[in-house]
């Protein structure tokens, strides 16, 4: 953003026509010297018509003192003796910011990368209060973001991010409030680590998923064996439920065409299935 916008469109304009109507002026009365008053007036105008955009505001400063705001809109300034100051603007901006290699609470080196969106809500302060507010509040919010990084750990970092933005914005709108600016909010938008620290943490969280598994796998097995003991004792207090399910499974195995089935002997006398078996025989052969 340039400290001064010298020429304006408004003032240009005015200049070149104080000019034209000298020269008209002088071409009709034939007289050269009529054209220097028109010069030297589109000159003026040329250094005192001053625009300033909807969105900014920018400080007169009259031999050096702060005369007050102007903007939005056209003003006029006396050249020489009025100068401004540099033109604030009151839209929303954003800013990046960055901390490479610094340690976390658990001395991890991370390289963080945030956003932080921030407004000029006045500009008196912002002109007299700080020399030059854009790189304050940057260098501001880089310290921030490394004293934060030194307060959290790797996986505080990673996985509460929302938390960070919101302490970093806090510690930021209190510094800069005096002077004019508000911290809106402040988005962590990248963490990295050393790939080889990333290799390890991601053999670790596999390795703990595979625990899981054999945990999850080692509880199937005590339930699976807790329903059978509870079946068998169904069937030790009703031998005609065992008979039925005994027939059941013969049924089902030898459904399909073409199956043969061997059963042990001594299923075949605990559940007395040695008629069942002739008489599924017998069927099949007729």
């Not at 921030?144 to 930021?172: D, N, V, Y």
């Not at 073409?258 to 007395?272: F, H, K, L, Y």
Request: hydrophobic share 45%.
């Amino acid at each position: 953003m340039p400290i001064n916008k010298h020429f304006s469109s408004v003032g240009i304009t005015v200049c070149l026509l104080c000019i034209l109507a000298g020269a008209v002026a002088a071409a009709l009365s034939n007289t050269a010297a009529i054209a220097v008053p028109g010069a030297l007036l589109g000159a003026y105008f040329l250094f005192a018509i001053k625009v300033v955009d909807q969105w900014e505001k920018v400080a007169i400063l009259r031999f050096g003192r702060y005369r007050g705001l102007r903007g939005p809109g056209v003003f006029l300034i006396v050249p020489v003796i009025d100068t401004l100051s540099r033109y604030v603007d009151q839209r929303v901006r954003v800013t990046t910011v960055s901390a490479e290699s610094t340690l976390t609470r658990d001395t991890v080196p991370v390289s963080v990368d945030a956003i932080l969106f921030w407004l000029v809500w006045n500009a008196e302060k912002s002109i007299l209060e700080v020399e030059d507010f854009i790189q304050a509040i940057t260098l501001s919010s880089q310290t921030a973001l490394r004293e934060s990084i030194g307060r959290h750990q790797l996986a505080q970092m990673i996985t509460e991010r929302e938390t960070l933005g919101r302490e970093l914005q806090k510690i930021l709108d209190e510094k800069t409030t005096p002077w004019g600016i508000t911290v809106q909010s402040v988005e962590i938008r990248d963490v990295r680590i050393p790939q080889a620290l990333e290799n390890s943490m991601s053999q670790q969280a596999q390795a703990e998923r595979e625990r899981q598994a054999r945990i999850i796998l080692g509880e199937a097995e005590v339930q699976v064996s807790e329903q059978f003991a509870e079946a068998s004792r169904v069937y030790n207090d009703n031998p005609g439920a065992l008979h039925l399910r005994g027939m059941n499974m013969l049924y089902e195995a030898i459904r399909e065409k073409g199956a043969m089935v061997i059963v042990p002997s001594s299923a075949i006398e605990t559940m007395g299935l040695g008629g069942t078996l002739a008489a599924t025989t017998l069927a099949k052969q007729q």
